[in-house]
């Protein structure tokens, strides 16, 4: 309730953003861990250390990662997670679907509207994917000048 009454106007909205944002964020840095050893099994625990995050925001990443079809985990004393599909196979459209599986969606049947978002989406995905993963790290592995 005190959250709420916080909550005025744009201030939801880019709180909300941020939020959204962040996710995919975080997203793109797992994936980055991940793409760097991709046959080694990461921890949760290890990735969020590595990145300065939360060890169950690394979790709630993962989840979403792994209903994409990006990574596999495995639980138990050797778990972790690892990337499920090659990091130039993975497109910065496709990570951004994972972390945002609703976006652009109107919904409520609105006349003619939701097939002109799905198309938008589409077309945002396309020129997203663009960019892959491996070009992700290849950028970060390059001293910086």
């Known amino acids: 309730m005190l959250?709420?009454?916080r909550c005025r106007g744009s201030l939801c909205g880019s709180l909300l953003g941020m939020a959204q944002s962040g996710r995919f964020s975080l997203s793109v840095r797992v994936l980055t861990v991940l793409a760097a050893e991709p046959g080694t099994m990461h921890t949760s625990v290890a990735i969020a250390e590595q990145l300065g995050e939360s060890a169950v925001m690394v979790r709630r990443t993962f989840l979403l990662?792994?209903?994409?079809g990006l990574i596999s985990?495995?639980?138990?004393?050797?778990?972790?997670?690892?990337?499920?599909?090659?990091?130039?196979?993975i497109g910065l459209g496709d990570v951004y679907a994972a972390a945002h599986a609703n976006w652009l969606m109107v919904g409520n049947g609105v006349a003619g509207l939701d097939p002109l978002m799905k198309?938008?989406?589409k077309d945002a995905v396309t020129a997203m994917n663009e960019t892959t993963l491996a070009q992700v790290v290849k950028r970060l592995r390059k001293p910086q000048q």
């Open 119 to 121: 198309r938008v989406r």
């Open 3 to 5: 959250a709420r009454a």
């Open 73 to 89: 985990q495995r639980k138990g004393p050797s778990g972790g997670a690892k990337l499920e599909v090659p990091a130039k196979q």
């Open 65 to 68: 990662l792994q209903k994409a």
